[in-house]
């Protein structure tokens, strides 16, 4: 710019050098011719000669202007220029964005998007503000707003330190202590494990039971009169908590199987058996009942052999005792057998060092909160300790055994209860003891982080699913309307939503008729984990869906009943309760509460309901039966009608009913009578042999000899849902 201003200048200079030297040599001629005009025309002299001074003046200030605008202009060319490179947009961009995501990170609005993507191959019309972009489109964006593109899977966290907690290495064999062996009682429901244990225990457990089944846990401490202790694990038998009885032989030494001499092998009793295989546990067979007349304790043992249960008496392992739990027969021949194999199993363990256990069962007990139900497996627990199991932590205030009792300490192989938890833990969670609140916190925080992260990679596969059907759909829509031009395709894309008529308020009614939402309260996280089991497997949605809301353990809420109101569902509660004031709340929001103590009542309760959302079905009861003598056509007015002359066969003809004609087997004609005649006079009902004359309702239908009329009731009967819980 410099050099164009000195070209200027020179230019300049040489131009007023040339007018000087002109007007020097002007100067002279006028000098000549002056005193020829000065006494003529004194006035020309003074006009026609101009000062070249002025001339400068008016080129240097021209000069001047020139130079200060150029100035200007290369200053705001240069404060142009820097923005441009300096504050390029870097737009932070991942695949499978949608126009929203798009427009907000470039900080503009959605009308924007689209007016980026005018000009192409898109169709602009089918974008909308959650419509997924293709890779091609958000650099085509990018590009028109000027931005710099960088490219990102999405967001991630920095990589944390494994902050987890796990259990010791193998103690020295020479630290080991003996201990007392975990037994597990397995069977079926009903063939007795809780009276037989209630016969060890000499308490009446079972006689408090719902229903006379089991449907905890339970974990008890049984002192033998030889001194001998051991701890027996009661699972329940039902169908129902099969997660249970697993989670009962992973935690124990011996499985005591129960199985009724009068009643056999049974399906529970082949999953007991699984169960004990699958955790490599030594079994000991009780036969019980045997003081029943129809006992069979032989047949036990031969069916058992389909299972490879293979007893003593037929060359086998397996130690079986003939009992009845009802007299007490037998049973210390039964504990003495479970004493011989422990030990031979050579129970120990390491009484010392920071405590491993497991969650046998766990419950919110109003007033102390969080209690769990324990099997100490490794070092002795004392109050003051702090533990982690699960997603939550402790620091034990108070211990108490089966009875209720406190205590202060428990070692290896002893059910405790555990009061003291931040949260509640689930069932078969691992208890750790740590050294101190803020490690059981970081661990606790290491897990809830790790879970998040599992979660976020399935939310990651499943959006990646999504994007990918999204694209396939919008690809074959643009091969749907690919070659049509844009007001054609505008034209049938109205066309079909108008074709798409929301739903009529009754419509609407009877589909969400067929939703069930539920709300599911238990006792104990195990109780409420075996109903959610048999939830699992409802295979009906085609007939209602079944939606669950909500689960949790402990007593009904107000937050619960809010729930079942805002889904229009229905609450289930299993050993729980619901107070008063809870109940009248219900009743207000017309909400159902439904409580049971057993259950298989509980689940019966809900095929009911499922069964109450089906639309009532029709079924049709033939009260009479005739056959075609003969046809003809009475006239009436100025149309002819088809008659046809019938004698009932069977039962009776009622012409208020509905009627069926039948040809060659097959149904050509359902409706109703308009007349029904006995020789010439209107009746309503024809009995057995009697002749008549009838005209359907359908003037088109033709008659001929030998059809058969069909006289039916129908009647609506109530749907039953077609699933099977399996029980």
């Known amino acids: 710019m410099n050099q164009k201003i000195l070209k200027v200048e020179n230019l300049l200079r040489f131009h007023t050098i040339c007018r000087q030297l002109h007007s020097l040599g002007q100067r002279k001629t006028v000098s000549q011719w002056r005193h020829v005009f000065s006494s003529a025309s004194p006035m020309w002299t003074a006009q026609s000669y ?13 000069l001047s202007q020139y130079r200060l605008l150029v100035t200007k202009k290369e200053e705001r060319s240069r404060k142009s220029q820097l923005p441009s490179t300096k504050s390029k947009k870097e737009v932070e961009v991942w695949n499978g964005m949608t126009v929203e995501e798009l427009a907000r990170a470039m900080e503009k609005d959605i009308d924007y998007i689209y007016e980026a993507l005018m000009n192409t191959t898109i169709d602009i019309d089918s974008l909308e503000a959650d419509s997924h972009l293709d890779e091609v489109w958000i650099k085509e964006v990018i590009k028109k707003a000027g931005m710099k593109l960088k490219w990102s899977k999405l967001k991630q966290d920095k990589v944390r330190e494994n902050k987890d907690a796990v259990r010791r290495p193998q103690a020295d064999p020479a630290l080991l202590t003996p201990r007392s062996p975990v037994v597990t009682i397995m069977g079926h429901v009903d063939h007795g494990k809780t009276t037989l244990l209630d016969k060890l225990r000499k308490t009446q457990v079972a006689a408090m039971e719902a229903g006379g ?12 009169p030889s001194g001998e202790k051991i701890t027996f694990l009661d699972t329940p038998g039902h169908a129902a908590f099969s997660a249970m009885r697993a989670r009962g032989a992973q935690v124990t030494d011996i499985v005591i199987l129960v199985v ?27 036969i019980n009942k045997c003081d029943k007349a129809e006992a069979d304790p032989e047949k036990v043992k031969k069916e058992l052999l389909a299972y490879d249960v293979v007893c003593e008496d037929y060359g086998g392992d397996v130690q079986a005792v003939h009992v009845s739990a009802l007299t007490g027969d037998n049973l210390m021949a039964l504990a003495e057998a479970t004493i011989t194999l422990a030990e031979i ?30 099997i100490i497996q490794r070092g002795t627990l004392r109050k003051g300790s702090i533990l982690v199991a699960g997603k939550s932590w402790a620091k034990v205030r108070l211990m108490f055994d089966e009875n209720g009792k406190t205590i202060n300490e428990a070692s290896p192989s002893m059910p405790v209860g555990i ?23 970081e661990v606790v925080d290491w897990r809830k982080y790790e879970q998040e992260q599992e979660k976020n990679k399935e939310d990651l596969k499943m959006i990646e699913e999504k994007r990918k059907e999204h694209q396939e759909a919008h690809r074959k829509a643009r091969e749907k309307y690919g070659t049509l031009h844009w007001k054609e395709r505008s034209f049938i894309k109205y ?65 619960d009943v809010n729930l079942a109101e805002t889904f229009h569902g229905v609450i289930y509660g299993f050993n729980v309760n619901a107070g008063n004031v809870i109940q009248r709340s219900a009743a207000k929001k017309g909400v159902q509460i439904k409580l049971h103590k057993i259950i298989y009542r509980l689940i019966e309760d809900l095929q009911g309901e499922l069964s109450s959302r089906l639309p009532c079905t029709v079924e049709e009861h033939v009260i009479g039966e005739a056959s075609i003598l003969a046809t003809f056509s009475v006239t009436e007015g100025k149309k002819k009608v088809p008659v046809a002359g019938c004698r009932v066969q069977k039962g ?48 088109k239908i033709e008659f001929k000899v030998g059809d058969e009329i069909v006289c039916c009731e129908e009647k609506e009967v109530l749907a039953k849902t077609s699933w099977d819980p399996g029980f």
């Open 50 to 62: 101009t000062r070249p001074w002025q001339m400068d003046a008016l080129f240097g200030a021209a």
């Open 213 to 224: 089944i089991t449907q905890h846990i339970g974990a008890f401490l049984v002192s033998l």
């Open 260 to 286: 009724a001499a009068d009643d056999g092998v049974m399906k529970q009793t082949v999953e007991s058996i699984q169960h004990a295989k699958d955790a490599q546990v030594p079994i000991v067979l009780a």
């Open 345 to 374: 199993l050579e129970l120990k363990s390491d009484p010392t060092g920071p405590v491993e256990g497991t969650v046998i069962e766990s419950f919110i007990d109003k007033g102390r909160g969080p209690v769990t139900t324990a």
């Open 419 to 441: 009061i003291g938890w931040r949260d509640l833990p689930s069932a078969g969670d691992e208890i750790l003891e740590l050294e101190s609140e803020p490690r059981a916190r």
């Open 495 to 559: 066309q079909e939503k108008k074709n798409q008529n929301p739903l009529k308020p009754k419509e609407k009614a009877e589909r969400d008729s067929n939703v069930l939402p539920i709300i599911i309260k238990g006792d104990v996280d195990g109780s409420v984990e075996a109903i959610l089991n048999i939830v699992d497997t409802y295979d009906a949605s085609h007939e209602c869906e079944l939606e669950l809301v909500h689960f949790g353990v402990g007593d009904i809420s107000e937050n």
């Open 652 to 699: 009776q003809l009622e012409k208020q009913k509905k009627f069926k004609l039948i040809r060659n087997g097959h149904v050509i004609w359902k409706g109703s009578l308009t007349s029904l005649k006995h020789h010439k006079d209107d009746i309503s009902i024809i009995k057995t042999g009697m002749d008549c004359g009838l005209s359907l309702d359908d003037g």
